[in-house]
């Protein structure tokens, strides 16, 4: 057995599969300065892309988010919540390509004293931002050093 580093070359084949995925970064970080300024938020010293700048992202590259459906749920120990479905289309075929969910619950704070339509709507909020964070999060990287994957949507109000 020897020890001897052997270089590889990737085969052609190989790189012609990695292009969308580079073509997908060089779009990001084109996009990086104005989305980080415009639709980012900064949270204990790191900055969190809104759903607004994660569906920019997500249509910049073909694609769209939906909400597939919000329903009132009851959770055993906690009491009821909303919860919503999202889904990421393919703008171009109109395949799912992606799926997230998200949930306010009636004893959250600061969403628990807020009207029954604010709830809904966050709880679809949350699941956009789930199921583009699942699809794209990767890419929010390329947005800059302090930039967390997660969306400002998702993380904890307090």
């Given at each position: 057995?020897?020890?001897?580093?052997?270089?590889?070359?990737p085969?052609?084949s190989?790189?012609?599969?990695?292009?969308?995925?580079?073509?997908?970064?060089?779009?990001?970080?084109a996009?990086?300065?104005?989305?980080?300024?415009?639709?980012?938020?900064?949270?204990?010293g790191?900055?969190?892309?809104?759903?607004?700048?994660?569906t920019l992202?997500?249509?910049?590259l073909?694609?769209?988010?939906?909400?597939?459906?919000?329903?009132?749920?009851?959770?055993p120990?906690?009491g009821?919540?909303?919860?919503?479905?999202?889904e990421?289309?393919?703008?171009?075929?109109?395949?799912?390509?992606?799926?997230?969910?998200?949930?306010?619950?009636d004893?959250e704070?600061p969403?628990?004293?807020?009207?029954?339509?604010?709830?809904?709507?966050?709880?679809?909020?949350?699941?956009?931002?789930?199921?583009?964070?699942?699809?794209f999060?990767?890419?929010?990287m390329q947005?800059?050093?302090?930039?967390?994957?997660?969306?400002?949507?998702?993380?904890?109000?307090?």
């Amino acid at each position: 057995m020897t020890s001897e580093i052997v270089p590889v070359k990737p085969k052609l084949s190989e790189l012609q599969a990695l292009e969308p995925i580079r073509s997908d970064i060089r779009l990001v970080k084109a996009m990086a300065k104005e989305i980080a300024e415009r639709y980012s938020v900064t949270l204990q010293g790191r900055q969190y892309l809104t759903v607004a700048g994660a569906t920019l992202v997500a249509n910049g590259l073909g694609y769209s988010v939906r909400e597939v459906e919000v329903r009132r749920v009851e959770i055993p120990g906690c009491g009821f919540a909303w919860e919503a479905t999202a889904e990421i289309l393919d703008i171009e075929t109109n395949t799912v390509i992606g799926r997230g969910s998200g949930i306010v619950s009636d004893d959250e704070k600061p969403w628990g004293s807020r009207p029954q339509f604010a709830r809904r709507a966050m709880a679809s909020t949350r699941a956009a931002g789930r199921a583009l964070r699942l699809t794209f999060g990767h890419l929010y990287m390329q947005l800059g050093d302090r930039v967390a994957a997660t969306t400002a949507e998702e993380m904890p109000s307090d």
